[in-house]
């Protein structure tokens, strides 16, 4: 991508609030120590975090989920990628907002944080999504886990191009799983135009769908998507879209963007041992200049991508 | 915190190094990666990622997994070809004093001597480490370092094309006894020996049924193998390195300095860190300044006085 | 929890065991030491302390050290010797229903022929189990284990003598090649191949500059092997155990019941659980339950369909 | 011992407290589950608990000590054994205290446990001290860390033996690692004759030593011990010693007890695998019938043992 990325450090953030949202959603606030000031203050929607949470305390066994009984009990080595989904930088103060959701035994761990604790972590790494002066209209579509960075870029783009016309398309397998966003339930009717608060606060326009129907579009947020550019479609040359979420979501995403001819920026994830380049443990296939093959790293030269430059499998 | 009254040297043969620190092949990029988090300076010594003859574009994702205190990578000798590493990584050498190593790989002892030839040329570097241990790729590889004709046969003709260039070879724990192996390479003319690579492991899913990695299987790194690496380097240095005079560059889950001293105590000439720099960064400058502190407590005025003195 | 639609049986040779969990060897004491925590009646089968012709004392102390996710163990083969353990052990013994083996250790060939012989007579006992791989002795144990011509003679001399008893042989994970030892053992008899026993491993005290353990050195067990267990483990199971019908017991590492449906899925017909009882003396039990759980959601009718379904 | 053991079990504990005493030396109050109780109400002194720590977390990073800073990396696999120095068990309700030492990763994660936590324990464990009848004096000698179980058995003497007379000699490396007791520090005059507030509540007189005499006699808690039974001379028959510390103490305690005849009993620490008998790594060198060496098990056998069956090294 284009941005220049900024320096990275090591830095211990101490924690302003762990809230839950949810059975498994939650989100943490950190504030930075001082001197990551200067290595934040220039970093992007879509760039993120390694947080090492390995000496943090396991929730009480009554409060670990069944499903994750066993891998709980996992030591954990390597540090855990967290996208922004809001970041305040300033000379003065650096706070950073994550949304995370409880899969296994890091995020179990994170969910014992609390008000005071401190937390290491490594950042800000990647390349974050770009924004193309000429555009006049961008399309954010969130798919299950996706939401933390386009609710970063929604504010960025909002206080960076004040004319530009979002819309976002979120999609989740059940009503419960859209659980990042602060919906207020009694506007939970089962009709595709409930706005959320997130994108609702910057006057985004926002479709909702569920794979279970049980709260706006019944089906794959691809799916909407694609009924709606058939409807509008929206010149290619004025549109962004921007795309985040599971990898057959980003891949749909992917084609859309090549059958409407509207360019798009993906961010994936990949299982990530160090985050800065070491390893080579994050590829991403990709076309190369030349036609051929070649391995790009999510947490160097992504996690955003263009998505005609990913080879899609 | 540096105090003049330690020295931290150690040499490697005909090279002094200015502490005993140095990165794991693999596990710190090719020259400039972690610039950000250190003074590559301040390191004893640099072994990049294996370079073979072609460039490789590795295995499918996913390439790692996390265990328990270990994680299990498949990169899959994932590299830029020796031609363009000579072009366009070399001269970033040039930018620090630190001697550098390249870790060398391939499928036949020909494209072993033939990378080998290629990097005798470039004066920036200080020598080579033979990977005949790497349990990630199809063809060579493991196979190499668990049979003592073979290494002796490798570690032989790549000796014939480095010229001056100090020659590694690094030895797999894969093996029922690692001196044979040890014996080996330093009969055919290895200057150094390193050790260890990587365990060959496996992790299941068990929803899916099928291994996590997509190669399968993958080597298993980190805190989790340090007792064994402890053992094995005691036991080369023991049993073959001490008598040969051959200097042992030996890690295995370093993390911290407490790591590294036990290693150094066990034989080890200098230390590699590997994973423990993908969880600190900066771990090898801290690990220095502990190891300092170490001396200092313990009224050590070398660390080199420290290298195998295990009672 | 039990619901008799799921079939937790598994074979070992002409023996049906009533759910895959076996205690490990040395983990487990000799008969009832754990009857407070779980009824031993649960258990799959029980496998005891290694037993000798004569009692031993067993090293001096410290013989443990924890590590990263594991630890170390230098008992020494510590037992009461094979007389008193038939006197006083096998009775206790009458109490349960489970199956039990007894797991026999010597110095010479000669040594464990003796031991087998003695047990063979004890009706109560379902089989024995040959430590040729214990890294804590001197002389024996693990020598024998890593030479597949000594596994031949060993494994053919004690088959001899155990009558009716089904032998099983314990396999070290400290070589070369794992497979061509349990072939050894399949050919000369064994009916069933256990494995894994522990990495030889040292921790070294670097405010002595010792090693931690009176023995200096020692087997490493826990999580932390786990995952190179269940790598050699699907290597005997597809290169020798499957075609040659020979069931596996195996394990290293397990504590909960998604480790031991990995063995499973890697290849075991039965699981042993070690080091995990030292931190939770009733998680053998808790694994049975958590087994039939999986399945439950996994629509697996009987346990004995995921014996190496790997895919 | 003759103590007869009592079942054993897996038990969670909440905590009432964990409060330091000193830089390095905490008290940690557990209640137990109910179902504990009647596993409990017949522990005696000198019996322990294996607790589970290998879920809490560490300490926030300034506040591990330097020394600790390397080995509080390690992840804990075991649990740890903790005697207790005091219990209260009925039907309704058992609470043990249990003082501790930060030496290590366990006990460095113990710190961090808060009222309301719960953790995991297994016990009671081990046999305790046995309490001859026709004893009319009672000699406690407490080494470094070796307080804990002979503060339980001061309680249970005086509880059992109204008229007994106990008296207590302590020694310590410096009067800061007396912490366990809680001393007034006026109270620290160097004249060795200080009651300590633990011992001071059941009328028991104390003795204390330090190393570097800082605080009472300058030198070995056994110097001290010797120099008054040579004045004393109390009658073996009447008299019983138990001692708890460091092993090379607790072999010159062995030592006195051969010289003077007085029967004394000594509680054994040894690095645990399990506590429960399974392992054989808590191996204490004793002679059998026959004047042969036999190894006993610290966990089962122990730790109490009688100081003329242990073979001193
Ligand atoms: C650049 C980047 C940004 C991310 N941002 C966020 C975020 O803002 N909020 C959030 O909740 N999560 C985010 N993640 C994912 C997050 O890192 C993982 O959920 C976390 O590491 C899980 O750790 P765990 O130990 O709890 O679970 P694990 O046991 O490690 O994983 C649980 C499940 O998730 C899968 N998984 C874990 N990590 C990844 C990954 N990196 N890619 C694909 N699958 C994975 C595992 O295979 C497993 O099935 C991000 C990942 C990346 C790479
Ligand atoms: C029966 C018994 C009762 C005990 N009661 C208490 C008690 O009431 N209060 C208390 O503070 N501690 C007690 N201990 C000791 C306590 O178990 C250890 O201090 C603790 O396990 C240390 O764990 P760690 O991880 O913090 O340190 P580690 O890193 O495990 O140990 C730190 C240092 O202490 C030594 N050490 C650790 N455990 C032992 C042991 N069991 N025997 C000898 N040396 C050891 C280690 O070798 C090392 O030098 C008891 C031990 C036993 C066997
Ligand atoms: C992600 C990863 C990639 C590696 N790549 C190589 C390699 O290319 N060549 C090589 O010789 N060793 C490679 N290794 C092995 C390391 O150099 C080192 O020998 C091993 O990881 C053990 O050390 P550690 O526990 O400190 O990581 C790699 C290890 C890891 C974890
Ligand atoms: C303390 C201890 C004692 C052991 N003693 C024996 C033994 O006597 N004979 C034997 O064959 N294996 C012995 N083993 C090995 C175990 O049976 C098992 O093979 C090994 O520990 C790996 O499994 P785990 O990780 O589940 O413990 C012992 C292991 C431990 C930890
Ligand atoms: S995560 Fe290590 S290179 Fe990307
Ligand atoms: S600690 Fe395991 S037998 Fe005593």
Redesign the interface.
């Known amino acids: 991508m284009t941005t220049l990325p900024s320096?990275?450090?090591?830095f211990?953030a101490s924690v302003l609030q762990n809230r839950g949202m949810g059975a498994q959603f939650f989100r943490l606030s950190l504030e930075l120590e001082k001197r990551a000031n200067a290595f934040f203050c220039a970093a992007s929607a879509g760039q993120f975090v390694e947080i090492?949470v390995?000496?943090?305390?396991?929730p009480?066994?009554k409060l670990i989920p069944e499903n994750l009984?066993?891998?709980s009990?996992?030591?954990?080595?390597?540090?855990r990628p967290f996208s922004f989904a809001d970041i305040d930088s300033s000379n003065d103060c650096t706070i950073i907002e994550i949304l995370y959701c409880v899969l296994g035994p890091a995020t179990l761990r994170m969910k014992?944080l609390k008000t005071g604790?401190?937390v290491?972590l490594?950042g800000p790494l990647g390349n974050g999504f770009t924004i193309p002066e000429e555009k006049k209209s961008a399309i954010l579509v969130a798919g299950g886990m996706g939401a933390p960075p386009l609710i970063h870029l929604a504010k960025v783009l909002k206080k960076q191009h004040q004319d530009i016309e979002i819309t976002a398309f979120v999609g989740a397998k059940t009503k419960n799983d859209l659980a990042f966003f602060d919906i207020k339930t009694d506007k939970l009717k089962k009709k595709p135009d409930i706005t959320l608060h997130q994108f609702a606060k910057h006057n985004i326009k926002t479709f909702i769908s569920t794979d279970d129907g049980s709260a706006g579009f019944k089906g794959f947020v691809t799916e909407m998507l694609k009924n709606r550019l058939g409807e509008n479609k929206p010149a290619g040359a004025e549109t962004i879209i921007y795309a985040c979420g599971p990898e057959a979501m980003l891949s749909a995403t992917a084609a859309l963007s090549g059958e409407f001819k509207i360019p798009c920026q993906v961010s994936l994830e990949?299982?990530m041992?160090?985050g800065?380049?070491?390893?080579?443990?994050?590829?991403v296939k990709c076309k190369d200049k030349n036609g051929g093959?070649?391995?790009k790293l999510c947490c160097k030269d992504g996690p955003v991508f263009w998505a005609d430059e990913v080879i899609w499998e | 915190m540096k105090n003049k009254n330690i020295d931290l040297t150690v040499n490697l043969g005909t090279l002094k190094l200015i502490n005993p620190l140095i990165t794991a092949s693999g596990t710190c990029g090719y020259a400039d990666e972690l610039d950000d988090f250190m003074d590559i300076n301040q390191l004893g010594g640099f072994i990049t990622k294996s370079i073979t003859l072609n460039p490789r574009l590795g295995n499918d994702v996913p390439r790692i997994v996390e265990t328990d205190s270990g994680m299990l990578n498949a990169i899959g000798l994932a590299n830029i070809g020796v031609e363009k590493f000579v072009q366009e990584k070399v001269p970033l050498m040039e930018r620090y004093k630190t001697p550098f190593f390249v870790n060398i790989a391939g499928q036949t002892i020909d494209e072993y001597v033939a990378v080998a030839e290629k990097l005798a040329q470039c004066k920036r570097l200080a020598g080579l480490e033979l990977n005949i241990s790497c349990p990630n790729v199809k063809k060579g590889g493991i196979t190499f370092g668990t049979d003592p004709a073979l290494v002796r046969q490798i570690t032989g003709e790549v000796k014939k094309v480095v010229n001056d260039k100090l020659l590694i070879v690094k030895l797999t724990p894969n093996v029922t006894d690692i001196s044979e192996i040890a014996r080996a390479a330093v009969d055919s003319g290895a200057d150094i020996l390193s050790l260890i690579n990587t365990f060959t492991a496996m992790v299941i899913d068990i929803e899916t049924k099928k291994p996590v990695l997509a190669n399968r299987t993958g080597g298993l790194s980190g805190p989790a193998i340090k007792p064994i690496a402890v053992y094995l380097v005691n036991k080369v240095y023991n049993e073959v390195a001490k008598s040969a005079g051959v200097p042992l560059v030996a890690g295995g889950g370093v993390r911290n300095a407490s790591d590294a001293i036990e290693f150094i105590i066990a034989g080890a000439a200098a230390v590699t860190i590997g994973t423990g720099s993908f969880v600190n960064p900066d771990c090898a400058v801290k690990i220095i300044d502990g190891i300092e502190k170490y001396c200092l407590r313990h009224n050590i005025t070398a660390v080199a006085e420290l290298i195998g003195c295990l009672k």
């Not at chain 1, 320096?7 to 090591?10: F, H, L, M, S």
């Not at chain 1, 390995?54 to 396991?58: H, M, N, V």
């Not at chain 1, 800065?276 to 590829?283: F, T, Y």
Request: a neutral charge; charged letters at 25%.
């Open positions: 320096k990275k450090g090591i211990t090492d390995s000496q943090l305390a396991l009480v066994e009984a066993d891998s009990q996992r030591n954990i080595l390597l540090r014992t604790d401190t290491n490594i990949r299982l041992a160090c800065i380049g070491l390893c080579q443990s994050c590829a093959d070649v391995y």
